[in-house]
DNA sequence: CGATTCTTTGAAAACAGTCAATCTGTGTGG
DNA sequence: CCACACAGATTGACTGTTTTCAAAGAATCG
């Protein structure tokens, strides 16, 4: 469990024994089954979360009802969400497992503490930010930019494992087109337009 | 000059005078011409820009030729190519001035050996990361998940001034939509449907 | 097996992009 | 002051793409 963690951050980033220890005691571990919520909508999120195993998915609920997917979350990555996280207002997005999951889970203040007693782990954490920044900011110019197939492909590339693991209808979400389109997509793909010929 | 950076800076987080002298000690200010290039594609972001007076914007030159445009940055804000900065590793990306500008530039290192002798700044750097990250979050949402019209709407409502300070067709490469098609989304707006009659 | 979830397909409609032409406003040089 | 060039905005006609709706075909799970 909470061992599974330590051999990725140490992997990562030099911790010493009672930094380790320090981490580890205000760390709480968790089981998620399925579809389990771990943050709704409306709620504060309180938590940092580190994901051991498992799948989990950020997402909105529109008004309409529909589920548009913002990011997937395998296990050695962390996930929480942002806004609601660092200003401490009810959350507008949603958190649950695709996969049953585990994690670890730290409180806020704790967390905070954390960072600031351990300065290799803020540099850590700064580091983190700095990379999903970039991701999210190429992810941007994608949508903006790209057409359908090259938004698919992108994704192809940058998550196979991910395209493995979730329904394409999720997949879709998170691109922003329909299951129809995403499905069309790939179909012409496999089979490209056969009429070259006369 | 740097004046207008001590007085938007100090309004926002409160810095000694030592600090501000050393802040200014390291500052270098510039003026731009409108179209003038601050960072070009392949090059490595080497500086930390905060605009004084103008708007600069960042945008990426795609293979066929055109622009993308992936953010406008007016006065009072902060403004580099993130990635490149962070890596040093040449720009895929490139900065120009949409208006005759001015901009107070610190070179990387010295801006980060101010962050590091100045927690407050560092703080306040973070807090404006984390915004940005929020807000670059809820583009991701919008791009992925909202018409056309709605975008423009979001635009609108969060950018006002930008809207009246630079032509249509960039806010459409903003929006990720052709001139044309926001050029009758606007109008469908101010002249909707007439025929609601029988 | 039966129920549910997921994926695919077809046809129609809505939407957005492209191309070409025109219109507008601005600014420059003669 | 005018003529002209230029950048920007608009419009129409057309094309291509995507969504929507409905149905049916797989796959998965209890």
Redesign the pocket.
């Known amino acids: 469990m909470f061992e599974d963690f330590e051999a990725y951050i140490t992997a990562v980033t030099p911790l010493s024994k009672d930094e380790l220890q320090l981490m580890r005691s205000l760390a709480r571990v968790k089981k998620l089954r399925r579809r389990q919520l771990l943050l709704q909508e409306g709620e504060v999120c309180r938590y940092k979360i580190f994901v051991l195993k498992g799948l989990l998915r950020n997402y909105r609920l529109k008004d309409d009802g529909t589920e548009v997917i913002l990011r997937f979350a395998p296990e050695n990555s962390w996930n929480f969400d942002h806004e609601s996280y660092n200003n401490q207002t009810p959350s507008k997005n949603n958190i649950d497992a695709l996969e049953d999951s585990e994690v670890v889970l730290w409180l806020r203040d704790d967390f905070e503490m954390l960072l600031a007693s351990i300065p290799i782990m803020k540099e850590y954490s700064d580091r983190i930010k700095a990379t999903s920044f970039d991701a999210i900011q190429e992810r941007i110019l994608m949508n903006i930019s790209a057409?359908?197939?090259e938004k698919y492909q992108a994704f192809v590339t940058a998550f196979p494992e991910i395209l493995r693991r979730v329904?394409?209808?999720?997949v879709a979400s998170y691109l922003?087109?329909?299951?129809?389109?995403?499905?069309?997509?790939?179909?012409a793909q496999v089979n490209p337009t056969k009429n070259n010929g006369i």
Chains 1, 2 share one sequence.
């Open positions: 057409t359908s197939e329904p394409l209808h999720m922003g087109v329909s299951r129809e389109t995403l499905s069309r997509i790939r179909h």
